[in-house]
Every structure is written in C-alpha cells, then in structure tokens.
T-cell receptor
Framework: AQSVTQLDSHVSVSEGTPVLLRCNYSSSYSPSLFWYVQHPNKGLQLLLKYTSAATLVKGINGFEAEFKKSETSFHLTKPSAHMSDAAEYFCVVSDYGGSQGNLIFGKGTKLSVKP | EAGVTQSPTHLIKTRGQQATLRCSPISGHTSVYWYQQALGLGLQFLLWYDEGEERNRGNFPPRFSGRQFPNYSSELNVNALELEDSALYLC??????????????FGSGTRLTVV
C-alpha cells in the first residue's frame, strides 16, 4: 500500500532564505511522485513530478525536488523564498503514474514567508 | 482557455439532505476526478470518470455517487448527508484516460457545509 508522510505541518522562513519541505513515501512499486501547491481559495497547481527519469526534478517557480530511493524521500527545496511562495504544499504518491485517478496526498505543509 | 470550473462555490445543507456538486472540465478533457479535502483528513480520492463511465472509486460509502455527461461535465451527489461530509470537494480533469497526475488540472472546489 502506498502512503506519504509530510514531516512538518508548518514551516516558516524569511524572504530570501532557503526553503525545505520534507516528504517521505512508501510504495510497493516504482512510484510516481508529485508536489502540488494550493494558494488560499485556489485549486491545486502541479509544481513538479518524478516518474523514474532523472532523480533531480526541476519544477516551476524555482522549486526542485530530489528522489532518494534509499531514503524513500522526495524533499522539496527552493534556494530563496519569495513572499508569493506562502501557500500549502502537498506531496503526492501514486502507482501507475496516477493514471488510475487514486493519488495519495500527504497532509500538507503550510509555508509562511516573513518579510 | 477556461480552467476547470466548479459550482456552486459554497453549499450549505442540513444533515440528511442531498447535495449535488458540478464540475466542467477543460475543453477537450475526457477524464474527471473528484477528491474530498476534509479538515484533519487531508485530500482523499473519491471517484474517476472517463468517457461517461466510472473507472475507479476511492474508499467512500455508496451514498457518494456521480455521473459524467456526454459533454464530459460531471456531477457528484452525496445522499443522506452527515456532519462529517463537510469538506472542500475538488474536481480535476485530464486530457485522456491514463494521462497521469502530471496532466491533472484542478478546479477551485466547492465548500460543502452540513449543519
């Protein structure tokens, strides 16, 4: 069975400092992994995805994530936080690349960015 | 291009009543997915429709049902409403079956409140 654990429910950083949002997964198969962002009163937006190609995945808005099979982790990073990055972030795992519709979402990490 | 649109934005119902939520996918998208985002439970997969048929279902009771119309829009029905059904219901669409989560576009959701 698949599962995903986001290790921090809330992360607070200052503008211009690095961002690290941690995610560990469990999957019986070779997983597909995703990060989504949700701004208040908005839908979910895909940041990036890993589907067994390069282990370092670059996404939109300067975010990237590294797939580490030995650590079953898929942490999201950004070198320098911007005020507009304040939002909730979800780590997602799915077998079959999500083609069966049943994505497994983490509980989310709320990112606050201080001026 | 219009995104995924959901209606209504907010819905207040009394326990025991029925709720109907609607979703219009992006033009040309044939797959529609429904997710529930309940407080404390995170995002959970509800239903997947493609080409008018239910293709997959999450771990929800039968009183959660829906359908997909010939124009690919979709309706989610929740019968015999319970207080714990209060949640944000998100709809997503993708271009075709099996495209995978990298191709999902989410709507902004319907906030259902059961009193």
């Amino acid at each position: 069975a698949q599962s995903v654990t986001q290790l921090d429910s809330h992360v607070s950083v200052s503008e211009g400092t690095p961002v690290l949002l941690r995610c560990n997964y469990s999957s019986s198969y070779s997983p597909s992994l995703f990060w989504y962002v949700q701004h208040p009163n908005k839908g979910l937006q895909l940041l990036l995805k890993y589907t067994s190609a390069a282990t370092l995945v670059k996404g939109i808005n300067g975010f990237e994530a590294e797939f580490k099979k030995s650590e079953t982790s898929f942490h999201l990073t950004k070198p320098s936080a911007h005020m507009s990055d304040a939002a909730e972030y979800f780590c997602v795992v799915s077998d079959y690349g999500g083609s069966q519709g049943n994505l497994i979402f983490g509980k989310g990490t709320k990112l606050s960015v201080k001026p | 291009e219009a995104g995924v649109t959901q209606s209504p934005t907010h819905l207040i119902k009394t326990r025991g009543q029925q709720a109907t939520l609607r979703c219009s996918p992006i033009s040309g998208h044939t797959s529609v997915y429904w997710y529930q985002q309940a407080l404390g439970l995170g995002l959970q997969f509800l239903l997947w429709y493609d080409e008018g048929e239910e293709r997959n279902r999450g771990n929800f009771p039968p009183r959660f049902s829906g359908r997909q119309f010939p124009n690919y829009s979709s309706e989610l029905n929740v019968n015999a409403l319970e207080l714990e059904d209060s949640a944000l219901y998100l709809c997503a669409s993708s271009l075709f079956r099996g495209q995978g989560a990298g191709g999902y576009t989410f709507g902004s959701g319907t906030r259902l409140t059961v009193v």
